[in-house]
């Protein structure tokens, strides 16, 4: 009887050992295909109207970030880790592509532009 328990007992440990490893590779390799894929965002632009409706500011909404500001040419750009920031004067300013190896060389490039050297 006490060999019985013995190995009921080892039995059981073993198949909760088995149970956990088999857990841990579900949840590891996605649980079997169970998880959904997430969507792509809708084609339209109502959720951005929706955000932008929603938003509130006292000031200056900036469109492209939805930041409030006191000015429009305070508005931070986008993706500042790609784009570089240049006011134009009379409360303009861009945001573009950074334009190369140095710092402020889109700033240069605009300001040529602006001449018409480029």
């Not at 792509?40 to 959720?47: C, L, M, P």
């Not at 492209?64 to 993706?79: I, K, Y």
């Not at 500042?80 to 240069?108: F, H, N, Q, T, Y």
Request: aromatic share 10%; proline share 4%; hydrophobic share 35%.
């Amino acid at each position: 009887m006490k060999l019985l328990a013995t190995l009921f007992l080892l039995m059981s440990a073993l198949m909760s050992s088995a149970s956990a490893q088999f857990q841990f590779f579900e949840q590891m390799f996605g649980g079997g295909g169970q998880q959904a894929a997430p969507q792509n965002v809708r084609s339209d632009s109502e959720w951005y109207k929706q955000q932008y409706d929603s938003a509130h500011c006292t000031n200056y909404l900036c469109p492209g970030t939805l930041s409030c500001v006191h000015f429009p040419h305070h508005c931070p750009c986008a993706h500042p880790e790609v784009e570089d920031k240049v006011e134009l004067g009379d409360g303009i300013a861009i945001c573009a592509s950074k334009g190369g190896w140095k710092d402020g060389e889109m700033a240069r490039k605009v300001e040529l532009a602006r001449k018409g050297l480029l």
